[in-house]
């Protein structure tokens, strides 16, 4: 969104940390990394989970801000002549681990706006291809926003479920003839993307799922707005399957990872070179 992103580098907190009960008001913070998104070869945003703060942003890489931070260290490590820009985006109310709110998609639904502005915003200032990575609860945030979105790549990480009855195709599919509709919701930005002037490949859809990752405990199911459906990790779904090592559910950006080079090879737009899941994982 343009105002977030007039503010990138800098901290916007509004309302007040809280713990176990949904947030009923917001704590937001948008920052960029890396080069200028006016003069990257590409685009990376990070859609992070529950139980995100301002607080611990930046504190590791089990965070957005540090995250961002080895994200670009490894792109810098395979591809130093590349510019690559990172957005570490906390742009909805994430919701805490242990309430109900991380249960259903009512934040999800709201932060699936806010993120298609934002890639709007980004794609009216910039022609690099644009890449979603996105890690747990904001998985799903992810699925809701992408259709019709200008983007390249969109990475699935520690997913809960992308939606009921779903599949990649419904994703890789979407024109971006239809991007306008990003805009979506925006009062004054409603024509800020820029219109493609011919066809666009289709989005390439991934996934990828730690050894223990104890979110494949979770049941991939959808009642109402309870729950997040479709595992994005069955064949079925029809994603990229990649792999990501033996790491737990915060531990896919650390260095050394598969997870981390896989996720750094995608973002770069190297997909020939991404690690596919090992057979039988």
């Known amino acids: 969104m343009p105002r977030t992103l007039a503010l990138a580098c800098s901290l916007t907190v509004i309302g007040a940390l809280l713990l176990l009960p949904p947030p ?46 080895a994200l670009l260290a490894e792109a810098t490590r395979l591809a130093p002549h590349i510019r690559l820009t990172v957005v570490a985006w906390l742009g909805y109310d994430s919701p805490p681990t242990l309430s109900l709110a991380a249960l259903t998609d009512e934040a999800a639904v709201a932060g699936s706006r806010e993120l298609r502005r934002t890639v709007a915003a980004l794609h009216h200032r910039t022609t690099a291809p644009i890449t979603l990575l996105c890690h747990s609860y904001g998985s799903y945030t992810c699925a809701l926003a992408a259709p019709g979105l200008p983007i390249s790549d969109l990475a699935f990480i520690g997913s809960p479920g992308v939606g009921t009855g779903t599949k990649a195709t419904a994703i890789t599919s979407a024109s971006t003839s239809n991007n306008t509709s990003a805009n979506a919701g925006s009062s004054t930005n409603t024509n800020t993307s820029a219109s493609p002037t011919s066809a666009t490949p289709p989005i390439r859809v991934w996934a990828g799922l730690g050894d223990n990752d104890w979110i494949k405990l979770v049941p991939k199911i959808k009642l109402g707005t309870l729950g997040f459906g479709t595992d994005p990790m069955k064949a079925p779904y029809g994603a990229r399957r990649f792999e990501t090592g033996t790491g737990g559910h915060s531990d896919y950006y650390t260095p050394g990872t598969p997870s981390l080079h896989n996720l750094t090879l995608i973002a770069l737009g190297r997909h020939q070179e991404v690690t596919p899941e090992k057979d039988g994982s």
């Open 24 to 69: 009923h008001a917001s704590e937001r913070l948008v920052r960029i990394y890396g080069s200028d998104p006016t003069t990257a070869d590409r685009v990376a945003i990070i859609v992070p989970g529950a139980d995100t703060r301002v607080a611990t942003f930046d504190s590791s890489t089990r965070h957005p801000g540090g995250a961002a931070r």
